[in-house]
């Protein structure tokens, strides 16, 4: 390959690596946190520590969120029935704004032995920002109906964010993208990263294409 070729291959290279670098800006850091749950049931208090965590995706002008359980929580001294119980739960948002979202799931779609740690199904529900910044959502109260019974669940053991997220409130402007985080798959980029990845592509591509004019003009300036 000639050094001309050879320029022009890494100034395209670097242009596609620039962007890619640009567009991969941290969105969200996400982890799995242990919650201890103090359970008030109708046959008495329980007990349970199951690790939870929390997603996100954004969908118009709010956040879809997903609070799963990894262990089952509370029990039963009789069997469930299939789609027996109902869950629901809030989740606490905390930091550019302070609010609590309501999320629920399915009943349960199997059957639950007695006396045993109820698994929970995925929980779901909107949060629409009010105020731009990074927020955190936490786990709160949990609540299972079953059999025209309610347990509630409150953890016991302040546990700290499942997920930091940065968020931009409808009709308000990006903030910038908080470094050293992990990028959730389920999160895009801000639409500020974008832009930016764009402008950057659009800079670097530009510079290339003045390589390839001037190594064609070179080529034909030549006796």
Known sequence: MS???????????AALAGSAVL????????????????????????SAVSPIDIKAVQEGDGYKLTMSFQ???????I????????????????????ATVPVSGPPNPEAAPADTPIKIT?????????????????????????MGTTTTCT?????GPALELDVTAPGGSAPPPAGGSDTLPQTGPTDSA???????????????????????RGGRARP
């Not at 969105?27 to 329980?46: F, N, Q, S």
């Open 3 to 13: 050094d001309r070729k050879r320029s022009t291959a890494l100034a395209l290279a």
């Open 23 to 46: 567009l991969a800006a941290p969105a969200a850091h996400a982890t799995v946190v242990d919650v201890a749950y103090d359970c008030k049931t109708p046959i008495g208090d329980k």
């Open 71 to 77: 262990k089952g929580v509370s029990s039963s001294p």
């Open 79 to 98: 069997e469930l029935g299939k789609g027996a119980m109902s869950p629901s739960a809030v989740i606490v948002v905390g930091g550019a704004e302070q």
């Open 122 to 146: 995925d929980l779901s529900g909107t949060y629409t920002p009010k105020k731009s910044g990074k927020v955190t959502f936490t786990a709160g109260v949990l609540t299972i109906k079953a």
């Open 155 to 159: 953890p016991g053991n302040s546990p």
């Open 194 to 216: 974008l832009a930016l990845g764009t402008l950057g592509a659009t800079v670097l591509l530009s510079g290339a294409a003045g390589v390839l004019w001037l190594t064609r």
